[in-house]
C-alpha cells in the first residue's frame, strides 16, 4: 500500500508542477485512493497514446484515470506521465 501511495504521490506532483494538466484526484493524500485522475490536452488524444504503448488506463468524463499497483515501478509511471503529453 505504501508503494502504491508513493507512485500516485508522484502523479499527483507531476500535474501540480504543470499549467496544461488539471488534478481531478484529491491532492490530499487522506482524502484518495490507489486512483489518481487527471485531465490532459486533448485526453481522447492523450488515451490514445497511452493506448498505442501498451499503457492499461481509463479515459472517464473526459479525464485520464491511472491505478499504479504494487507491481509498476517508477520507471513505468514515468513513461505513462511522458506519453500523457506529448
Known sequence: ???VAR?????VAWA???DDVRLLTPADPAKRAG???VIPP???????????A??????????VRLAPH???TD???????????R
Open 16 to 18: 501540480a508542477e504543470r
Open 42 to 52: 486533448d485526453p481522447p488524444a492523450a488515451s490514445a497514446r497511452l493506448r498505442a
Open 7 to 11: 507512485l500516485v504521490d508522484r502523479v
Open 75 to 85: 520507471d513505468e509511471i514515468d513513461r505513462a506521465l511522458d506519453t500523457l503529453v
Open 35 to 37: 486512483i489518481v485522475a
Open 70 to 72: 504494487g507491481y509498476n
Open 54 to 63: 501498451g499503457i492499461i488506463h481509463s479515459l472517464r468524463e473526459g479525464a
Open 1 to 3: 500500500a505504501a508503494h
